[in-house]
């Protein structure tokens, strides 16, 4: 008898908060909403956040108040999503390396796959493999060949241990059997600096405003990208799966986020906005200005790349033995 009574309690509760649920989802927004925004001010990924914020202040019939949460490649910003309340009113914008690629290099405070919800895919940057004056070649296959004939000879930076652009060279490593040396910095700034005056060889980038002068003129080389196929603006650059190296051919996808618990309602309300927002001629040409590529899509469909990208990343990291001191 306690049992079926203690049943019947819980299926109450339970029909309770579902009912509190739709209830919270209908009245939804009623004051403004925080969109955590996982870097610093001034960065690509903050410029379009603040391009998007505002439209979907718009269409919701509120206020969307960025606020800049940067630090640990992207966790700490996470973080402050994970542990906000599911209410629909923290939402957060960061790629997704802080769940698929952060917590299989470094403490991260929440779990990736219980406490944070994939809402919708806004964009995803490609991956820059460049060479800078230091490098003799002039194709990606240059890279192979000279690697073999001097291993070792040959000096990749990034913009740090565990990046998405050292995940890239380990796989580029592993698919032609080569031997490069790996020169990891503390984020992009520096790493510009040090190819222009030719400190190394070559170097994995995303697309940035002030890189791609650099590019036209000639005085940095773009031999092959990370992304689903050609750049509009590049289109002689072949992608690293036409180069038969599929699993070097990595992007960085940035999207919203919203705590474990937030209403079903919501999240579908959150991912027709997002890609309602990403129709807009103007947003579109804006990222695509600098090789920010809008990718609207289905919240199931994000939050399946999620967690295949979690997987895999998860081989590549023991794999290479990857890890951040």
């Known amino acids: 008898m306690d ?40 960065g690509a990924s ?5 391009l998007l914020g505002p439209r979907l202040g718009v269409a919701l019939g509120t206020q969307v108040v960025v606020e800049n949460r940067g630090g640990a490649a992207g966790s700490i910003g996470m973080d402050a999503v994970a542990k906000a309340a ?13 769940l698929t690629l952060n917590p299989h290099v470094m403490r991260v405070a929440y779990d990736p796959q ?3 919800v994939p ?14 004056p230091l490098f003799s070649g002039k194709r990606f296959e ?9 291993p070792g000879a040959l000096r990749v930076a990034t913009s740090g241990v565990a990046s998405v652009g050292h995940l890239m060279l380990e796989q580029i490593r592993e698919r032609y059997r080569i031997d490069i040396t790996h020169v990891p910095y503390k984020g992009a700034g520096q790493v510009l600096t040090d190819a222009l005056s030719g400190q190394f060889e070559l170097f994995t980038t995303n697309p940035s405003v002030s890189l791609h002068p650099h590019i036209e003129r000639g005085t940095l080389r773009l031999l092959a990208v990370g992304a689903p196929k050609r750049l ?13 190296a599929p699993a070097a051919n990595l992007t960085s996808t940035f999207g919203l986020f919203a705590p474990t618990g937030i209403a079903p309602e919501i999240v579908r309300r959150l991912n027709d906005e997002v890609n309602k927002a990403l129709t807009d001629t103007e947003l579109r040409e804006r990222m695509l200005r600098s090789d920010n590529v809008p990718a609207p899509g289905a919240q199931i469909d994000f939050a399946r790349s999620i967690l295949n990208e979690y997987v895999n990343n998860a081989q590549v990291v023991k794999s290479a033995n990857i890890r951040l001191d």
């Open 114 to 116: 219980k406490d944070i």
């Open 3 to 42: 049992r079926r009574r203690s049943l019947a309690v819980l299926a109450a509760l339970s029909a309770a908060s579902s009912f509190s649920h739709r209830a919270a989802a209908q009245t939804w927004p009623s004051k403004p909403i925080r969109l955590v925004v996982a870097y610093p001010p001034g």
């Open 86 to 98: 599911p209410d629909g009113y923290t939402i957060g914008f960061a790629a997704v390396s802080p």
């Open 232 to 244: 509009d603006s590049y289109p002689q650059v072949p992608t690293l799966a036409e180069l038969d």
């Open 142 to 150: 240059d890279i192979v060949t000279q690697s073999r004939s001097q």
């Open 46 to 50: 903050d410029a379009v956040a603040r």
């Open 119 to 132: 809402v919708a895919s806004v964009m995803f940057s490609p991956v820059y493999l460049m060479a800078t």
